[in-house]
């Protein structure tokens, strides 16, 4: 049986479809405190998948997702395997300053001791948090059928453009599949809140000492070509529109932005298109109008 909580409504039916699963019947509501209340109105079976990103408001769904866990258990599921295909909290997963909470920690801590037997997600931020957790945990790539989604769009041979090394490895991922380059621009953080993104040239390394040496590292193979940024979260679109606007300087045809995670606060979509951005394209882990690729069949996959 699939559950899934408000956040993942849409994904939980498909998933559930495309496994051929009955779907729950799942109460949620705000008591006027703003407590939160769930109810799972199916009888549980011994095994059961409980699915439920935990984006804006992440403490609300965080907390329904524990509450289905736990209920989950105490009515006799004894495999119960949780789907977070966005994990908030993932971003905090060390101590940076003195003090700080190391949130993943603490969320991977919660959702195990509410009876989770099981957890898969989709691109975490930090790969590391899975050895928060006791149990079996996977992290699933959604650059498949995001790549599938860019060859519908494309006319020419695109370049991936990762917003910075970290993505790299998701740019590498859709250009293997599309067969065509991919390359990676620079974020250099000059001060606690200010960060430049600088253009790098396929796979060559600068140090960020080089980096500020040479302001404007030049790039040939943007120029003329359409250029596609894949990232793995898009929150203030801060570092997608710093990579638009180079690409654009570059002389890139035009610039289209896909991501996995599409938080988009801020305005950061209208904020993205007003750079001259062509489209976004994300998944569906967050419910969003950019959500044109579902995850569901690699999540059924996953289950399977
Ligand atoms: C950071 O390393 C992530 O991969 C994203 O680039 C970042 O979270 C995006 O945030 P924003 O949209 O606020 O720049």
Redo the contacts with the bound molecule.
């Keep these: 049986m699939i559950i899934a909580g408000s956040a993942s409504q849409n994904l939980g039916a498909k998933v559930a479809k495309l496994l051929n699963k009955k779907f729950a019947s799942v109460d949620t509501w705000k008591f006027p405190d703003g407590e939160r209340y769930t109810r799972i109105k199916d009888e549980i079976p011994d095994e059961v998948v409980i699915i439920q990103s935990t984006y804006y408001p992440q403490d609300e769904n965080l907390m329904e997702l524990l509450f289905l866990i736990s209920t989950a258990k105490d009515l006799g599921a004894s495999k119960i395997t949780v789907v977070t295909p966005y994990m908030g909290y993932a971003r905090q997963e060390k101590r940076f300053n003195d003090g700080e909470s190391i949130s993943a920690k603490t969320v991977a801590n919660l959702l195990e001791a509410a009876g989770a037997t099981e957890f898969i997600t989709l691109n975490i ?1 930090e790969e590391s948090v899975l050895d928060f957790f006791n149990i079996e945990a996977k992290n699933l790539s959604a650059m498949a059928p995001i790549a599938k989604h860019i060859s519908t769009i494309v006319e020419d041979e695109p370049i991936i453009i990762a ?2 090394k ?2 790299f490895p998701f740019a590498e991922e859709i250009a293997k599949l599309l067969d065509c380059t991919c390359t990676y621009l620079s974020k250099v953080r000059l001060g606690p809140d200010k960060v430049e993104t600088r253009i790098v040239d396929l796979r060559c390394d600068l140090s960020e000492d080089d980096l500020k040496k040479h302001s404007n590292v030049n790039i040939d193979s943007v120029k003329g070509k359409e250029a596609i940024i894949i ?10 529109i710093n990579a638009i606007n180079i690409l654009k300087e570059q002389g890139a045809k035009n610039v289209n932005v896909s991501c996995v995670h599409p938080i988009l606060v801020k305005g ?1 979509t209208i904020r993205i298109y007003a750079a001259g951005c062509e489209s976004i394209i994300s998944t569906d882990t967050i419910s969003s109008d950019t959500s044109l690729v579902s995850v569901a069949e690699l999540i059924a996959d996953a289950l399977k």
Excluded: E, L, R, S
Excluded at 231 to 240: P, S
């Design positions: 931020h917003p910075d970290g993505a990232d793995d979260i898009i929150a203030t679109g801060g570092t997608i950061a």
